[in-house]
């Protein structure tokens, strides 16, 4: 089988762009011929089989993106979509063999990712009345939900792979079919369980320095917990030097070698994701690792979380589980398994490609 996977950009950083990087290595080990096509290249990302930049890949809105001619020259037996929100690539998609892989909330929520301008988590189905109290600028709001709204009317006439249930859930109650979309969770990809911890034990926080991953909470919980054990960041974005100020230690950006020292000197990974969290691909890194996850219940944690779980936006709560994290090694979860996952991926991509190859006569 022959497969084309688009995807915004090509990048080292990130839970989403690991998982296509695993998904794609794995393909390759069994057999299949792989190529990738990416909007953009950043960092030192090797995706180890043939790719090329595709302008309008990564826009945000609908822009052009001239795909014909690469599909023409590969013919491929199915076009795999990540990470890309370009409605006119969507509805492209949509006219062929192809999978999309909803990573997070931006084809299904115009907004926070399914968390509210007040605070509060939203388990509310996209409409115009809800979604509007999101919003200050009555003018961006429509834009943006007329943007999400096509996305989303793509989605409906394609098949879907998410990594949770929970995601499932979430785009059956914004109108997609639940025969459309499979359930297929990731896997630990690149990490070294053997490697030796590069500093002194520690808490540790790995993802991007935003308020919606909840760093803010993790270090207030942190603090409460009145652990004797530095905290740790692993990651960047808009609130570093807020932490740094704060006598965080932070690291910054880390890549997937140097992660796997990092893992093994922290005694707890917090995880408090104020937005509805898709999965969660860290804490089952950490798990992996033998590191103990303290966090809230958020969107798919608990389909992997061993418990107990935080009660999401209680910080004295998660200060509580902390103390009692540090103290215990964490077992990796049952059924995130690579060689069953991938299966079950490539059952997807069969039954996806099968009417296309009917249809010109290929066994």
């Known amino acids: 089988m022959r497969v084309v996977h688009l995807t915004d950009r090509l990048s080292d950083r990130g839970g ?9 290595e794995a393909l390759r080990e069994q057999g299949l011929e792989v190529f990738l096509a990416a909007g953009a290249h950043e960092g030192r990302a090797d995706p180890r089989c043939p790719f090329q930049i595709v302008a309008g890949l990564d826009a945000r809105a609908r822009s052009p993106a001239p795909l014909d001619g690469l599909v023409g020259e590969l013919v491929p037996d199915l076009i795999h979509v990540h990470t890309v929100v370009n409605p006119e690539v969507l509805d492209w998609a949509a006219g062929r063999s192809a999978v999309v ?4 909330h931006r084809y299904f929520c115009p907004s926070r990712g ?3 301008r007040d605070g509060s988590a939203c388990g509310e189905p996209m409409a115009p009345d809800t979604c509007a109290a999101c919003f200050e600028d009555e003018g961006y709001f429509r834009e943006t939900y007329a943007l999400t709204a096509e996305r989303l009317a793509a989605l409906r006439r394609l098949r879907l792979v998410v990594l949770s249930a929970y ?5 059956v109650a914004a109108g997609v079919e639940a025969e459309r979309v499979s359930v297929v969770p990731p896997f630990v990809h690149g990490l070294d369980p053997r490697a030796e911890p590069d500093g002194p034990p520690c808490v540790l926080f790995v993802g991007r320095l935003t308020v919606a991953k909840g760093v803010r909470d993790a270090v207030e919980a942190w603090r409460l917990s009145g652990v004797d054990l530095p905290l740790v960041v692993a990651g960047t974005g808009p609130l570093r030097a807020e932490l740094e100020q704060a006598g965080v230690e932070v690291l910054g950006w880390v890549g997937r070698a140097r992660l ?19 999965f969660g691909i860290a804490g089952l890194e950490a798990l992996s690792m033998g590191v103990p996850v303290v966090a809230w219940e958020s969107g798919g944690v608990s389909e992997w979380h061993p418990g107990p779980l935080a009660p999401w936006g209680d910080v004295a709560a998660l200060a509580r589980v902390l103390r009692d994290a ?3 090694r964490a077992v990796a979860p049952a059924g995130f398994d690579r060689a069953r996952l991938m299966r079950r991926l490539v059952e997807v991509y069969e039954e996806v490609a099968a009417p296309s190859r009917t249809a010109v006569g290929v066994p």
């Open 326 to 328: 540090v103290r215990t």
């Open 114 to 116: 399914k968390w509210k």
């Open 167 to 171: 995601m499932k859930r979430e785009l």
């Open 101 to 104: 892989t909803v990573q997070d």
């Open 260 to 278: 796997s020292a990092v893992y093994r000197r922290a005694r707890a990974l917090l995880l408090p994701s104020r937005w509805q969290e898709p």
């Open 16 to 24: 989403a762009q690991q998982h296509l990087l695993g998904v794609i």
